[in-house]
Structures are given as C-alpha cells and as structure tokens.
C-alpha cells in the first residue's frame, strides 16, 4: 500500500476538483486551492463527483482560497489553473512544496512546463497530458464529461531526478482510478494535445458548436487540416518527435477516433467566452504562430484563428461592461 501524500491542487475548477476528489478517496490528504463560488459549497457539504467515472461523494478535503489559507509542505502540488494564470500560480504555491515534493503542469497549451521548470528546478518539475472533460455544473459538484486517453506523466527535463517523481504520481493517479501512465518523452504527448486542441478549440469557440459537428463540415475539416500541418511542421522545427510521426497520420486518428469520442464536447475556450473569461489561445493556436516565426516556419491559419479568438475575448469583454 502507497503511503498517503499531501497535495495541493492549485486551481480547483473542474479537472482539478477531479482529480483531487479521487485522490483524497484513495486516502491522500487533498487540499482545494481555488474560488469561493465553487469551494465554500465544497467545504460546507463536500464534494460531489459524478460523470462518466462514476458517483462519489468525498468530505475529506481540505479548502483554500488564498494563500494564507494554505498549510505547506506539500509532497505534490499539481496545477490545473487556465494557461494564462501559470505564472502567478507557480509563483504562490511553488514555495509550499516539500524538498523532496514535485510540482506537475496539467494544463492545455504550450509553455506551462518552463514555468515550472523554472520555479522548482529539474529534479522537482514533471509536465502531464490531460485528456479527459470535466465541468462544474454547480457549486460543490463536478462532473467527468468525457476521456480520450490516460493522463500521461513525464519530467518536463528527460533523464532528470523528476522522472522518479513521474512514475510515482502516474501510478497513485491510477491507483485512485485516474487512467494514468507514465512516458518517457512527455512533451511529445503535449504537443500532441496541441495538435488537437488546436484544430478544434478555436472554431468550436467562434461557431458555438460541439467537436463532431466541427469534423462532419468540409470547410471545417479544410481548416482543421491547415492548423494541423501547421502545427506539425512547427513541432519538428523544434526538435520535438510527435507521438504519431507526421501529420497525415495524425489527421487519419484525429478524425476516425479522437473526434468521435469527444463529438459531443464544446471546447473550454467556448465556455470561456460565454463566460467573459480570457481564453488559452495565447498558449495554443498562439504558440504555433510565436513558435513558427522563431523557427521561420510560416502559420497563417494559427495566425488568424488567434486573431479572431484576441477580437472575440474583446467583443466579449465590451459586451460584459455594457
């Protein structure tokens, strides 16, 4: 039996109230870090998992909302907060983190697994590919809504003392029922989530439509492929070997299982802008474009899919202040 750890999962929105629901559940000592609107309902009645991994009612959990309401030292700290926030984040909680802790990226996007590199140094940085959708869909409940494929933990410095630290935490994540693994080469599998998240994302966001209605268009799937080979070219320009080998590849899966399995799925970009909260583009389709022209690799359809996400996050902005 593995000994329970202290954990503090940092941004407890949807996939980070999942993920710390099954963890205190398999005896772990969780604490929430996130909003009062979500928590204080947590704290008062316990937190109430539903969805397609089951019904489960957790009241071990702990609640924070700032960060004098934190107890460190923390064995893991895993952030889940939206890309844009990393920075501030990491720069509250990394210092919660036991000597021998490891703090774990499980965003979307690119670039959360420098940050974190950064605050805590190689032998403590692991970087996770997350898969699955959640939602809140009121205070003190979350639900899984759908999953692709296991959490995948990796050092975010291959070859690190922190790869320990990734086989130890896909196994626990399993444990408590979390299909995990571990890999080898963790960016591969984030970059492969870009290639995914970026193709639908953006026009899931600008049509208001779910994933399959995106896939079942002609002219959907025309610019879907554009992002896509995009995208790819990138990646391979900056050194990093994709999961799937080239980008023809990856659309044949992309369309024949990932899509079908998350057709019913409206990306959290969408949701954000209903919302009136800032989107990932900056960290996606906006990657590609900042990663493209440093290695002289043209993106124009990342380009302008970030351009139409930027003018929507401020339409939307001027419409919530009216």
Known sequence: MSVAQRVLIAGAGAIGSVLGGFLAKAGHAVTLLGRPSHLAAVAERGLRVEGLWGEHQVRDVAVAYDR?????P???VLVTVKSCDTVPMVAMTSGTLAHDGCMISMQNGLGNTEHVLAAVGESRAVGARVIFGAEIPRAGVVRVTVFAQPTVLGAVRPGSESERHARAWAHRLAAAGIPAEYAPDVHAHLWA?????AALNPLSALFGLPYGALAADPD?????DAVIEEAYAVAVARGVTPVVPNARAYREAFYSKLVPITAEHRSSMLQDLERG????????????????????VATPVNATLTRLIRWRE?????EARA
């Open 193 to 197: 989530k870009v290639f995914y998240n």
């Open 220 to 224: 959907a799937r025309a610019v879907m």
């Open 74 to 76: 923390y064995d893991a």
């Open 314 to 318: 401020r339409l939307a902005g001027r």
């Open 68 to 72: 004098a309401g934190l107890t460190p």
């Open 277 to 296: 909260r800032p989107t990932e583009i900056e960290e996606i389709n906006g990657c590609i474009w900042r990663y493209g022209e440093e290695a002289g």
